[in-house]
């Protein structure tokens, strides 16, 4: 009796493992882009190969991370200052975010459902909560597109910003995002 015990209950934390899994979905294909507007200058990049993130619907847990070196600007000079002088990519070499659904959503239906993530948004080594907002398209083969936009001040971050240049930089810098997530399996 025991070891039909033992066989079941193997067999029980399997299938619930797999469940668990079939409610994480995860991305690479995590597209993210920024754009300052200050008086003297329009500053944008993007990000389209140094991003990743996972969401377990099981859990309502969401993970974010993405490469600052991966940001490619227009200009080269500007992406040597925004690595080496104000985001200090060496040192910082990722920002993140981690944190929990506001509300659940029907993952499994297809449509469109506005979401809201709590939790805590690293840049640049200093962690502030947020809540960041955004949609997801539940498509009909199951794969989950996320977009959003949200507002960052870089002073927020201990990002320094000369005054020499404080008409060049936004106050508060829009960051776009779109990806698909895939259920894990």
Known sequence: ?????????????????GLS???RFSTDSLYVSFYSDA????ISAENRTGCSSWVDFGTDSVYVRVRIRGFSFPN?????????????????PYAYFWGKLVAPFPYTQPG???????????????????VLTGVYEVLPDGTLKLTGKFFVAPADHKVKIPRLLWQKIAEQVEVS???WYRAQR
């Not at 805590?120 to 502030?128: A, C, D, M």
Request: net charge negative; charged share 30%; with cysteine.
């Open 39 to 42: 008086p003297l200058e329009k």
């Open 76 to 92: 080269k000079l500007m992406e040597q200052h925004f690595n080496e002088d104000y985001l200090e990519s060496e040192r910082y």
């Open 112 to 130: 469109t459902y506005a979401v809201g993530a709590r939790g805590i948004l690293e840049i640049h080594g200093v962690r502030k909560e947020r």
């Open 21 to 23: 899994w079939a409610q």
């Open 1 to 17: 009796m025991d070891l039909y015990m033992c066989r079941e209950s193997k067999l029980a934390a399997l299938l619930f493992v």
């Open 177 to 179: 995002f779109v990806g």
